[in-house]
């Protein structure tokens, strides 16, 4: 299962890969046959596996709902990561992202994301994606806006971002 926009391939981690990424991160040029970017996989990534491997062992409907790695087409590099914090609940997921240093300021945060969201409301259960990040992180508060994504308010220092199905992204 893979999501292919113009210069992405967005592909979910697997149990096996995120078990391999937790033993040894650097091994993933070798399982992925790309090249290697010292700095993925990042922290966030890192200790999201763990739990990601319980819920993925529990509950097989998880796949897709947890992290997707983005691969650059014509690089044949992982430039980052993707995906959601577990399946709908209510009718919500959360999106959360991580784009290299190297990699960044190119569009490709925003290619991403609105591959994802289209992948996400494609889906039964889901009309509302949700994302937070600090107000210090301008960049990424930019890319979400900029992909459809309103400040709907702050929780816990973060401001809270959403977009809807029904108004927002309807082809």
């Not at 391999?20 to 790309?34: F, G, H, I, N, R």
């Not at 700095?39 to 062992?57: H, N, S, T």
């Not at 690089?75 to 399946?87: A, P, R």
Request: with cysteine; glycine share 8%; hydrophobic share 40%.
């Amino acid at each position: 299962m893979n999501i292919e926009n113009q210069r992405l391939i967005m592909t979910p981690i697997t149990i096996s890969q995120a078990q391999q990424l937790m033993v040894s991160p650097e091994s993933y040029p070798d399982w992925l046959k790309v090249k290697y970017d010292s700095l993925w996989p990042d922290d966030g990534l890192k200790a999201m596996l763990p739990i990601y491997v319980e819920a993925l062992e529990n509950d097989g409907e998880e796949f897709g709902f947890g992290p997707w790695i983005i691969l650059h087409k014509h690089k044949d590099m992982v430039i980052g990561d993707i995906g959601f914090k577990g399946k709908p609940v209510d009718g919500v997921v959360e999106i959360g992202y991580f784009i290299s240093n190297i990699h960044r300021n190119q569009g490709y945060a925003k290619e991403a994301i609105d591959s994802m969201v289209h992948w996400a409301f494609s889906q039964d259960g889901v009309e509302t994606i949700a994302a937070r990040c600090t107000s210090q992180n301008v960049p990424s508060c930019k890319v979400l806006e900029a992909n459809g994504f309103k400040r709907t308010g702050e929780q816990d220092g973060l401001i809270v971002f959403e977009a809807h199905k029904k108004t927002s992204w309807q082809r």
